[in-house]
């Protein structure tokens, strides 16, 4: 068996939970309270690239997570880390309170899904999710069950005679889930699970997932460069940059108030501009769009501009404007009464923007870092 499918049968073939604790038993009132993942100052390098730069993070139990950000940030890494794959230069890793930095990946109880699938060809779908049962030698007739229940609950009846080439690929990534979920994991670790869908498939499994983790109750560990994924499915995010957490919280916390530049243009789109020596960042649907001549509003912060060029996208426009005392601005405004052409009719006509102090950030040029603007 080659090195790549041996990886592959360890992430579906965990030892079990019973097994472990045998072998190390665990205090369960320490074990009820702890996090179900903390990582405690993990560092990991590749020679002189750092990956991860001393990391400290806590994930609840029975919460969706998301490691969020750019290509080269850390996410994967940090993720590989905690299933076992990678060992920590630095730091550890724990599990249920049970530092497990040292631990091989088959005996921590969690499960990875990857992107690619890895389904086994040669199997049906039934076979696949079985196979992590077979291997830690559970009885014909509870395996059936068990496998018969997960891909009910993967929306695959009736599917599981079927080899993984007559599957579409929304049916292969949840055959995939349900191999990893059969095993009833503690934490389910996803790396980029949704991104060879396309964008109508990946949306609904963006719902599908949400759900399934609500009514299951285990804890989702998701790893995505996708914004509107992470903004969509998570409890917490954290954003990572050079290896480091830029910002923790909830998706509307981190949306609504960046902790920092990057941040402000990674998770979403923002407006920067440059005012008085200062630098600010403005959510383009945080501003109001009215025509040239409109008595601006009390207590907004109001630019004339004009309208250099409009984008219709269906449920809304984006208009650029560029303003008079210079820089410019996106404008999203929701498509409620207008056609397109009304809406292309815009570009070049000189407009009025709006927006409250409040929605607007100001950041630090030295450190990125963002500020609420004065009220």
Known sequence: MCAAVEERAIIVAPVSLQERTEERPLDPDRASAAAAVRLVG????????VAVDGVDLEIRAGEFFTLLGPSGSGKTTTLRLIAGFERPDDGRVELAGRNVSNVAPYARDVNTVFQDYALFPH?????????????????RRE????????????????????????????????????????NRPEVLLLDEPLGALDLKLRQEMQLFLKSLQQDLGIT????????DEALTMSDRLAVFNHGRIEQLGAPAEVYERPAS?????????S????????????????IHLSDAGSTPRDGMHAEPGRVRDVVYAGMVTRFLVELDRGGELQVVRQNLESSSSEAL????RTVLLEWRPEHQ??????RGAATEGDR
């Open 271 to 286: 407006n920067e501009l440059e005012r008085d020596g200062r630098r600010y960042a403005v959510r383009p649907e945080k």
């Open 123 to 139: 199997m049906t779908a039934a076979d696949n999710v079985a196979y992590g049962l077979r291997v830690k030698g559970v009885a």
């Open 143 to 182: 395996r059936d069950a068990r496998v018969e229940d997960v891909l009910r609950r993967m929306k695959l009846p009736g599917l599981g005679k079927r080899k993984p080439a007559q599957l579409s690929g929304g049916q292969r990534q949840r055959v995939a889930l349900a191999r990893a979920l059969v």
């Open 361 to 366: 950030l100001e950041i630090d040029g030295k």
């Open 345 to 348: 009719d815009a570009k070049g």
């Open 42 to 49: 993990v560092r990991k390098a590749y020679g002189d690239v």
């Open 261 to 269: 530049g990057f941040v402000a243009g990674f998770v979403g789109v």
């Open 220 to 227: 989702f560990v998701y790893v995505t460069h996708d914004q």
